[in-house]
Structure formats: structure tokens, C-alpha cells
């Protein structure tokens, strides 16, 4: 403690203190710094220990009476909000300085060195310098307390496709985990034929239809219910939902457009594959190599329906092949497919090897097929197939059969496989029988299209050996490390002891 005074001049002399007799210099109250001491405690009334609370979900710091601030350690903000918590306490001094003392990180305790001055007696002004010692104390705040509840939201997104496979669904998921925005929802469930996101504010909902709009081709409705209404302040308390539909076109799909919409894309024929489904639909012309993307307002503008699901497929054997080399194109013809390599085959069911039945058709896949190779195909011949369009065409201009993809040994590649993908948290019933084989299909279209695993984050199974033998097909596709991920955690960079003081 110390008092302050006036510069004494040459003429002035030392006084004696008027409690203990030693000489000091002239001062209002004629009293040496010790006495003063004893007489005078110009921090009284201030609290030297206040509780903080603090949010461990989010990281934030309470200042009330209900703002949530995001505050680093030893920043300016934190040092502002601690001061506010003794600002009612400090209307009889000057504060002077004000800083943190250095503590321990996982203490949960903020100590602030201040420096006040006050006048007291006839006039002298005493400065002061203690410690104030902050009790960080943990609250949840109101927005966590919705997110842990599970049960109370404001808005809410679903999601809806209906088709018979989740191929969209997977990717769909795999873009969000990477992006993060599941991180804002309250609750995610899945249900029949889609998926609901839930959320505590309109504006999170809104940012994940933006993003679904940007990521895969459908259109969006909105809708709004009034929960409650306040007269006296005139506000309202509203529901909103946003329902979201995908285009009813996976990967793999055999899709029969309409005259009007082909001819827009470059007179290309009318059934086509899907061979990708990203933020457009991609189409091929298995009869041409023609390719095309259909976007979400095309789409709805002029819509078509899957010809088949993936259940309906057939295994096939090549019994020949042809590579056709020059291909005339017709007037007005778009781009062709510069991956793929446009072929003649003929191919036997693998049910009916004990019959001379054979097929001819064209297809896009010459570049993978050899005499005896497997391949999955959807048999026109002998389906009972009822669309609009598919109905009008002319019978010779219908292929027999149209090749969707090769096929390998599934128990094979599964024991090979030494990546994997993560999952979002969600509600769901077991899956079932027919959920894991669309989940094996997805893995397998990732390890097929290298441009469909570009946006999508594999990560290397470390808990999984792959197992090689001398019968593994060579030819089927796999993933390179190189384009897997380490998973890291907690425990690889502090570990055991370390991850659990961080979680604390």
C-alpha cells in the first residue's frame, strides 16, 4: 500500500507521524504508510474469490445475466468479463491496472492482479494492489441443454428419396461428415426412405438445405407451424420444416428419358445409364459412349423413373467380344465418354448355361470385359417393365440387355479391404440383410470411380490385416494408401492419461 502526495519543495521539512513518532514527510494525514495500513483497507468490500461459470460443451464463459461469450485464456474479452463480475463492488475506487497471473491450465482457477487507488483521510489517496482469485465453475448453457435434451428443436430438415437403394444416402453422408455439418443437430434419425435432421435455430436448417441443394440434385419445400404467441411483446414462437426430396435416381440405374429431353441433350438415345450421381445426374448412351448431366431443375422439368433396382439384376457370362473402334456420330451429337470403350457382346445368363440362349447388345464396359468375365446385367427381353416412355419406343430400338458393371467375388474383396469410412450418429433400427449389402455395393463404387471418392474421406482400418492369397483377382479395383487417412485421437497425441485429462 502506498499513499500519494504532492512533490515536496527544498523548504518543506519532515513531520513525525502522529501514531508511531517516526519522521516522514508532510502528508493530509500525517500518518507513515504502515499506520495507514493499519487504519485503512481501501480494497474492503471487494470480493476476493468470484465463481465464473463456463460451458464445457461449447467452451463458453456466462456473462450475465444470459450472454454465452466464447472467450481464449488471458485475452483481452476474458479479462473484460472478469471485471464486469466486480464492477458493481468497485464504484469507490480508480481502477489503475488490471492482468493475469499465470495458472494452471486444468486448475479451473483465474487469477487477476489489480491495482485501485482511493482518497481517504483529509485527502490522501492510498494506492493498492491485490488478487482476485476467479472459481471457474461448470454450467451448461441453454443451447448444450437443448442439444443433451434431444427433444427440443425449432427446425428440422427431412430428406426423402424414393428409390429401393441408399447408394445417394451413403454419399450424402459421407459429404456432411466431411464438411461437419452434422456437429449443429440436436438429433438425427433415420426413417423409411430418408432422414431427419433436427436443429435448435431456423438458420442451421437453412444452411443444410443450401448444402443439399449445391451436393446432389433435388428441390426443397418450406413450411412453418405457429407454437406460440406472446401479445404483450408481439412475438411469435415457430416451427419450421424444410422438406428436401432427391432426385429417384441412384448409381447403376437403367433410366428411360423422354424424346423432348434426349434430343435436348444431344440426340442421344433414349435408355441410358446412370454411371454417377454427384451435384448433377451422370447419363450414358451404352449404344454411343454419348454422355450427359442432368441437373435438379432438368430433372423435375422433365422426370424419368428407374427402369430397374438393384435386386432385379442378372450375372451374365462374356461368351465374345468385339471392340468397335470407328463409331459414326449422328448430326448434333454431344460429348463422348473418353474412360469407357464402346464394344459388341454376346453374353448367356449364368442360370441358363445349360441352354444355347445368348444375347447381343452393345455396351459401355469393352474396356473391362474379357471372353469369361462375370457381369451384371438388366435382361429387357424377357422383363415386364411398365413406363411411359419406354412404352412409346420402337421394340427394335429396345436393347435385349443392358450391362450395368463387372462383377467380382464379394468374399474376396471384403477380405482385402483394409480401409474404411465413418458414420454419423444417428437413431435407427438394426440394420438388416439388405442394408449391408447397399452399404457393400457403395464401398465397391468407391473403390470402382475415382472421381467418386474424391469427396469422400477413407480412412486406413488399422485394426484390419488385409489377407492376400495367390487366388485374389488382380483385376478387381482397390484403394491406394495413398488416398487413405490416418484416424487420429486424443490418446495418439497425449495419450491415455492425457486424452482422459482433456475430456474432463
Not at 314 to 325: H, K, P, Q, S, Y
Not at 382 to 401: S, T
Amino acid at each position: 500500500m502506498e499513499y500519494m502526495q504532492t512533490p515536496a519543495t527544498s523548504s518543506q521539512g519532515n513531520i513525525l507521524c502522529c501514531t508511531c513518532g517516526i519522521p516522514i514527510l508532510p502528508n493530509p494525514a500525517n500518518m507513515c504508510v504502515s499506520c495507514l495500513r493499519t487504519q485503512v483497507d481501501i480494497s474492503d468490500g471487494i470480493p476476493k474469490q468470484v465463481t465464473v461459470h463456463f460451458c464445457k460443451q461449447c467452451e463458453r464463459y456466462l456473462q450475465p445475466p444470459a450472454t454465452w461469450m466464447q472467450c481464449a485464456l488471458e485475452s483481452r474479452e476474458l479479462l473484460a468479463l472478469c471485471l464486469k463480475k466486480l464492477k458493481a463492488s468497485m464504484t469507490r475506487v480508480r481502477l489503475i491496472d488490471a492482468g493475469f497471473l499465470w495458472t494452471e491450465p486444468h486448475s479451473k482457477r483465474i487469477k487477476v492482479k489489480l491495482t485501485i487507488q482511493k482518497e481517504v483521510m483529509n485527502g490522501a489517496i492510498l494506492q493498492q494492489v491485490f488478487v482476485v482469485e476467479f472459481v471457474i465453475q461448470a454450467q451448461m448453457c441453454d443451447d448444450c441443454h437443448r442439444v443433451e435434451a434431444k427433444d427440443f428443436w425449432k427446425a428440422v430438415v427431412q430428406v426423402r428419396q424414393k428409390t429401393a437403394h441408399k447408394k445417394t444416402f451413403y454419399y450424402l453422408e459421407q459429404l456432411i461428415l466431411k464438411h461437419k455439418l452434422h456437429q449443429t443437430t440436436l438429433r438425427i434419425k433415420e426413417i423409411h426412405e430418408g432422414i431427419d435432421f433436427y436443429y435448435g435455430s431456423k438458420q442451421h436448417a437453412q444452411k443444410m438445405v443450401d448444402f443439399l441443394q449445391c451436393t446432389v440434385p433435388c428441390r426443397s419445400k418450406y413450411s412453418q407451424r405457429l407454437i406460440s404467441h406472446d401479445i404483450h411483446s408481439n412475438t411469435f414462437n415457430y416451427k419450421s420444416t424444410f422438406s428436401t426430396e432427391i432426385v429417384p435416381v441412384c448409381k447403376d440405374n437403367v433410366v428411360c428419358l423422354s424424346p423432348r429431353l434426349a434430343q435436348s441433350l444431344g440426340n442421344m438415345g433414349q435408355v441410358c445409364v446412370c454411371v454417377r450421381v454427384t451435384s448433377t445426374i451422370h447419363l450414358i448412351d451404352p449404344n454411343t459412349l454419348q454422355i450427359a448431366e442432368v441437373d435438379g431443375n432438368t430433372y423435375w422439368r422433365n422426370p424419368f423413373n428407374s427402369l430397374c433396382n438393384p435386386r432385379q439384376l442378372e450375372e451374365f457370362i462374356v461368351m465374345d467380344t468385339d471392340i468397335i473402334r470407328d463409331q459414326k456420330q449422328k448430326a448434333g451429337a454431344g460429348l463422348r465418354s473418353n474412360k469407357h470403350t464402346l464394344a459388341e457382346v454376346w453374353v448367356q445368363k449364368s442360370s441358363e448355361m445349360n441352354t444355347g440362349q445368348q444375347y447381343h447388345c452393345r455396351t459401355f464396359l469393352g474396356h473391362l470385359l474379357n471372353i469369361g468375365d462375370l457381369v451384371l446385367g438388366f435382361d429387357f427381353a424377357n422383363a415386364n417393365i411398365n413406363d411411359e416412355f419406354l412404352n412409346k419406343m420402337n421394340p427394335h430400338h429396345v436393347p435385349d440387355v443392358v450391362l450395368i458393371k463387372k462383377s467380382y467375388d464379394r468374399s474376396r474383396r471384403v477380405k482385402r479391404r483394409n480401409w474404411k469410412l465413418k458414420e454419423m450418429e444417428r437413431e435407427k433400427e438394426g440394420m438388416d440383410t439388405d442394408e449391408e449389402r447397399q452399404y457393400q455395393d457403395f464401398l465397391e463404387d468407391l473403390e470402382e470411380d475415382e472421381a467418386l471418392r474424391k469427396n469422400v474421406n477413407i480412412f486406413r482400418d488399422s485394426s484390419k490385416i488385409p489377407v492376400e492369397s495367390d487366388t485374389d483377382d488382380e483385376e478387381a479395383p482397390r484403394i491406394s494408401l495413398m488416398e487413405m487417412l490416418e484416424e487420429l485421437s486424443l490418446n495418439d497425441a497425449t495419450g491415455p492419461e492425457g486424452a482422459a485429462m482433456m475430456t474432463e
